[in-house]
């Protein structure tokens, strides 16, 4: 029953998912190929117009990012309402699976969507850096006039490794290194995704207590729940403060990391304990405050 459960989750999805993988293609494609289309040969005569077109290029990209990213979590919230509050809550409280395997399944089919999402956004990321650096190289290697295989490939390589140069000292000015920043990263990008999810959906539970204005509610419960982490992540601030003030002082020196990290781990614990009650709240109120349309 829960792969049934999975598989019907996974149908509500995919549509609207597909709509935004294309729609973040289709800027990527714009944006690489204003990117390979600007040549140097032609910057007297076409500069504006090639400058122009770069920048309305990225600005599309980006704002397709923030569409998409949007999109998933609205996507989120109507598929839990709709489902779990509305007419077709009654198919779904039916099912011979309990309230919490229901949630749970809702949750985790939410949370691998934004995934897919992010790991969507991350390659069309590493796709136009890769369309623009091999499109610089190849320029500065043409401007040297260089006609030979070996020599391009040298030049290549000696290019790679002058920016490969710049990560060295990563490390003594982060006071980490690179791979575990971007191990910490993506486990913090992770959790707090997770969490992010649950208090998207537990939102739309609090607005069910609003039985004539629901989804009004929904976005008063919302705008409510992020105030109340602003409040947090204000005080998650706290530290940091402290080891400006230290280093500053002369009393202690800290690296970007040591700055950073542990305002960056409270915030992050302080969303994990607001989707702890988000959680909790979801389950309460389709078990105990159900009030289908």
């Known amino acids: ?30 944006a690489c190929g204003v990117i390979l289309s600007i040549n140097p040969r032609y910057d007297d005569a076409f500069r504006g117009f090639s400058v122009s077109s770069l920048i309305l290029s990225l600005l599309m990209y980006y704002f397709g990012i923030i569409g998409c990213s949007l999109g998933v979590m609205l996507v989120i919230a109507i598929r839990f309402y709709k ?57 500065a290697i ?40 971007i191990a910490y990263m993506i486990v913090y990008y992770i959790i707090a995704v997770f969490s992010n999810v649950v208090t998207v959906l537990g939102c739309v539970s609090l607005g069910q207590l609003y039985a004539k204005h629901r989804i009004i509610g929904a976005i008063i419960a919302y705008f409510v729940v992020q105030f109340i982490l602003q409040i947090f992540m204000r005080i998650a601030i706290i530290p940091m403060y402290g080891r400006m003030m230290s280093n500053i ?18 915030t992050l614990l302080f969303m994990v304990i607001m989707a702890a009650a988000m959680y909790f709240i979801n389950l309460h109120m389709m078990t105990k405050k159900l009030n289908l349309e």
């Not at 040298?154 to 575990?180: C, H, P, Q």
Request: hydrophobic share 45%; aromatic share 12%; proline share 2%.
């Open 249 to 266: 002082g002369g009393h202690e020196k800290y690296t970007i990391f040591g700055f950073l990290s542990p305002t960056m781990n409270l």
């Open 1 to 30: 029953m829960l792969g049934k459960l999975f598989k019907y989750e996974w149908k509500g999805f995919r549509f609207p998912l597909m709509i935004m993988l294309i729609v973040l293609a289709g800027t990527t494609a714009l």
């Open 83 to 139: 489902t779990c509050y509305s007419d077709n809550g009654y198919l779904t409280h039916t099912l011979p699976v309990s309230t919490q395997k229901i949630l749970n399944v809702k949750i985790i089919s939410s949370f691998i969507t934004v995934m897919l999402m992010t790991l969507a956004t991350v390659a069309t990321v590493f796709i136009i850096l890769n369309v623009g650096l091999n499109h610089i190289i190849s320029i």
């Open 142 to 181: 043409a401007e040297e006039g260089y006609t030979n295989i070996h020599d391009i490939e040298e030049a290549r390589r000696a290019i790679y490794e002058e920016i490969s140069s710049v990560f060295t000292g990563f490390k003594d000015v982060f006071g980490i290194s690179l791979g575990m920043y």
